[in-house]
């Protein structure tokens, strides 16, 4: 199986502020990387894909990037909604595989 | 606007099936992959198995011998089973769509709380 690690495992913040989350992979995976959101209760929304593509209607203060084994993503200025647990996921081979989260909350 | 609905008991014995079905609105099950996914509480993401639009199926290695993933055409169904279960279990269960061919899941049932215990 192939690992994600995910850090920090949590982060505190205030509204404005650039936050970056780091995933590894234990191998290469070229750029099968996606990200995503999820609220407490709540299933998880897609953010990013294939490393860095933005789904369908989310807004460009997120951005990812990274290939191979390292991956970053990145909200580029912190709003209220933004709130919640993010995950990482690999699908570079028929096993997808998920990171084990980064909650970010109000500092 | 592509609606996933899970539904299923919400308490099953151990020992016993799991049995959950995902009903699909606004997009024809025909047309697209479709995977399970679920959630211990408090825990992260696991990936449960695939059924592709043609029917074929891929499973986690970690569960393929007690799950099984079906689908209904004529009721725009597909449905998950899982034998044996014990309390590690007990999950938030979610039914997914694919992004394309990729497996990458960008519609989310709002998912269905399964607990398992006697």
């Known amino acids: 199986d192939i690992q994600m690690t995910q850090s920090p495992s949590s982060l505190s913040a205030s509204v404005g502020d650039r936050v970056t989350i780091t995933c590894q992979a234990t191998?290469?995976?070229?750029?099968?990387v996606s990200w995503y959101q999820q609220k407490p209760g709540k299933a998880p929304k897609l953010l990013i894909y294939?490393?860095?593509i933005l789904a369908t209607g989310v807004p460009s203060r997120f951005s990812g990037y990274g290939s191979g084994t390292e991956f970053s993503f990145t909200i580029s200025s912190l709003q209220p909604e933004d709130f919640a647990t993010y995950y990482c996921q690999q699908y570079d081979n028929f096993t997808p595989t998920f990171g084990p989260g980064t909650k970010v909350d109000i500092k | 606007q592509v609606l996933l609905q899970e539904s299923g008991p919400g308490l099953v014995k151990p020992s016993e099936t799991l049995s959950l079905t995902c009903s699909i609105s606004g997009a024809s099950i025909s047309r697209f992959h479709w995977s399970w996914i679920r959630q211990p509480p408090g825990k992260g993401l696991e990936w449960i198995g695939f059924l592709s639009y043609s029917g074929n199926t891929n499973y986690n290695p970690s569960l393929q011998s007690r799950v099984t993933i079906s689908v209904d055409t004529s009721k725009n169904q597909f449905s998950l089973k899982l034998t044996s279960v014990t309390a590690a279990d007990t999950a938030v269960y979610f039914c997914?769509?694919?992004?394309?061919?990729?497996?990458?899941?960008?519609?989310w049932g709002q998912g269905t709380v399964v607990t398992v215990s006697s």
């Open positions: 294939d490393a860095s």
């Open positions: 191998q290469d995976i070229s750029k099968s």
């Open positions: 997914t769509r694919h992004l394309g061919v990729l497996y990458a899941f960008d519609i």
